[in-house]
T-cell receptor, first 113, second 113 residues
Framework: NAGVTQTPKFRILKIGQSMTLQCTQDMNHNYMYWYRQDPGMGLKLIYYSVGAGITDKGEVPNGYNVSRSTTEDFPLRLELAAPSQTSVYFC????????????FGDGTRLSIL | AQKVTQAQTEISVVEKEDVTLDCVYETRDTTYYLFWYKQPPSGELVFLIRRNSFDEQNEISGRYSWNFQKSTSSFNFTITASQVVDSAVYFCALRAYGNKLVFGAGTILRVKS
């Protein structure tokens, strides 16, 4: 029962570098989400997708890009890493209905130095 | 706009004490769903419970119970006879039209032996 798998678990980047956070789910969920969690804060939605080929911005999309070429995968791209992007990133997935809970990956802890 | 407020930033209790975590929400939608998630020190997010806006029955699951009151827009979470393993950050979240989940800032619960 893999659920939602995120890689890597930890990463340190230098300012200006780029990287892709990987997320894959095996529950055949249509909806997928990326959140960031800053210390002492709740989770803030970066981007989400309601199906392959469809993505939309969340609350804090600046500095990030996403794509959804398959139902299973929803990578998050940081093009020019900035210290403000130091955070813990969570990927989640769910069925389309609003009463369905989101299932979360274990998170990626990212530090930009 | 939707908003979730968890006014208690941090709560410390001694093992076997009962503790209540408060959650107050705002939404203009008449149909919505409320969730509680637990984030233990290991960092993953664990779904605990879902409640829809039409069901005001309280729910009990073992030592956990939830009190939903639409009149006060609250969805409080009580742990009876707390244990050290209950130490975690607890998030309340609201999901209304559009499938976006809005999180509160979380309450850190520390249970001391």
């Amino acid at each position: 029962n893999a659920g939602v798998t995120q890689t890597p678990k930890f990463r340190i980047l230098k300012i200006g570098q780029s990287m892709t956070l990987q997320c894959t789910q095996d529950m055949n969920h249509n909806y997928m989400y990326w959140y960031r969690q800053d210390p002492g804060m709740g989770l803030k939605l970066i981007y989400y997708s309601v199906g392959a080929g469809i993505t939309d911005k969340g609350e804090v999309p600046n500095g990030y890009n996403v794509s959804r070429s398959t139902t299973e995968d929803f990578p998050l791209r940081l093009e020019l890493a900035a210290p403000s992007q130091t955070s813990v990133y969570f990927c989640a997935s769910s069925y389309p209905r609003e009463d369905q809970p989101q299932h979360f990956g274990d998170g990626t802890r990212l530090s930009i130095l | 706009a939707q908003k979730v407020t968890q006014a208690q930033t941090e709560i410390s209790v001694v093992e076997k004490e009962d503790v209540t975590l408060d959650c107050v929400y705002e939404t203009r939608d008449t149909t919505y769903y409320l969730f509680w998630y637990k984030q233990p020190p290991s960092g993953e997010l664990v779904f605990l419970i879902r409640r829809n806006s039409f069901d005001e029955q309280n729910e009990i699951s073992g030592r956990y119970s939830w009190n939903f009151q639409k009149s006060t827009s609250s969805f409080n979470f009580t742990i009876t006879a707390s244990q050290v393993v209950d130490s975690a950050v607890y998030f309340c979240a609201l999901r209304a039209y559009g499938n976006k989940l809005v999180f509160g800032a979380g309450t850190i619960l520390r249970v001391k032996s």
